[in-house]
Structure formats: C-alpha cells, structure tokens
C-alpha cells in the first residue's frame, strides 16, 4: 500500500460546524504534513508532525486544530471556520523528515 | 502511472557550479508547474513556477525551463551554494480542478 488517503474528499460546512479532515497511510512513514491550497496558488504548508508530535505549526489560526491519533492517522479539526477558509487541503507522509513525499488527493472544503 | 517523474533520486555538485534538475511530465493539460525545496525536518516550501505558455521564467540564482514539446521541465541553480543542499520537488497543476501533482523528488548535495 502506497497510498495516503484522505476524507471526505469533498466537505461543506456552515461557519459554526464542527468537522474533521482524516488522513490515513499505512507505509510506516513517520512525519506526515498538512498543506492548504488556494484556487491557482501554491500550496501552503500549515503543520508538521515528525514522529507523532507537532515540530511545525506555519502560524495557523487556532479555529485549525491538527491532531495525530497514532502513527498512521492525521487529522485536521476544524471549528468556526470562515469562508477564505474555503480551499483544498492536502495531507502528505514522508518516510521520515528528510524523505520523499507522498500526497493524497486532498479534501476540498467549502465553508458557506 | 506517475504523471510527474524525476528520475534522479540524487545530484551532487560542487559549490559554484550549476544545478540542474530535470522534470518529466505525461499530461499536456497541465497549466503550469512548480518547483518546491524541503530540508530535512521541514516541509517543502514553494520556490519557483513557471506557466505553460511561457519557456523560461528566472527569480534570482533559480532559473526555471520548460519545453513543453518534450514534456519536460528543468530548475537550475547558479551558482549553486551549500544552502542549496535539500530535496526538491517538482509539481505540476491542472487549473480546471486545481489538481496539483507532485514528483518523488531529487536530493541535492552541494559538495564543498
């Protein structure tokens, strides 16, 4: 299994929702990384967790909060959202911090 | 079937000299392309891009190349300083559903 997957791939919500995002890879990979992505931008790095333990946070609004349950899994809360928040968000893993990534498709999130 | 190659796990080049990085890409709907750098226990960070209708776009040491008959981009750095020792990655997106693809990456090793 290659992969990383993430869910839903597509969420709507209302700016008083609570969601989460999952990401899921099952390489054995031990840092794994969340990424923001504007229509016709870069992505943006948001978090990154290297062995389990947040080592990045790219000063992200605290309405994003990440979570990394076990080794395997990535989550992203989200709580009071706005709608500039509206965009896709991308989980990566890496076999540890200096390897290679692998992306998932990404869940694109509409906040109405 | 990857969409974005780069078929060189690693280059090593001596400090002063020119980096080059090839990309090799499958789809022609791509509407432009992106070079990213990671350091170990970071995330990648953008860098530079290119759009499809143009050949070559230059930011400073980093000069990006497209030639869009062969399918194929490349990033060159000069001159190359130790700085300059990371992964990169090269990434490609669709603006029709905003579906950025990345390669595996290459490791750059600036010899001194």
């Known amino acids: 299994d290659t992969e990383v997957t993430q869910t839903p791939k597509h969420l709507v919500m209302g700016m008083t929702n609570k969601k989460s995002l999952k990401c899921e890879q099952h390489?054995?990979?031990?840092?794994m990384y969340w990424y923001k992505q504007k229509a016709k931008k870069p992505p943006e790095l948001m978090f990154v967790?290297?062995?389990?333990?947040?080592?990045i946070n790219e000063s992200v609004p605290s309405r994003f909060s990440p979570e990394c349950p076990n080794s395997s899994l990535l989550n992203l809360h989200l709580h009071a959202l706005q709608p500039e928040d509206s965009a896709l968000y991308l989980c990566?893993?890496?076999?540890?911090?200096?390897?290679?990534?692998?992306f998932g498709e990404g869940s694109r999130l509409t906040v109405l | 079937d990857q969409q974005v190659k780069q078929n060189s796990p690693s280059l090593s080049v001596q400090e002063g000299r020119i980096s080059i990085l090839n990309c090799d890409y499958t789809n022609s709907m791509f509407d432009y392309f992106l070079w990213y750098k990671k350091y170990p226990a970071e995330g990648p960070t953008f860098l530079i891009s290119?759009?499809?209708?143009?050949d070559k776009n230059e930011d400073g040491r980093f000069t990006v190349f497209l030639n869009k008959s062969a399918k194929h981009l490349s990033l060159h750095i000069v001159p190359s300083q130790p700085g300059d020792s990371a992964v990169y990655f090269c990434a490609a997106i669709r603006v029709s559903d905003d579906k950025i693809i990345f390669g595996k990456g290459t490791r750059l090793h600036i010899l001194p």
């Open positions: 290119i759009s499809s209708i143009k």
């Open positions: 967790y290297s062995y389990e333990k947040l080592s």
């Open positions: 390489m054995g990979h031990r840092a």
């Open positions: 990566a893993s890496s076999q540890d911090p200096r390897g290679e990534l692998f």
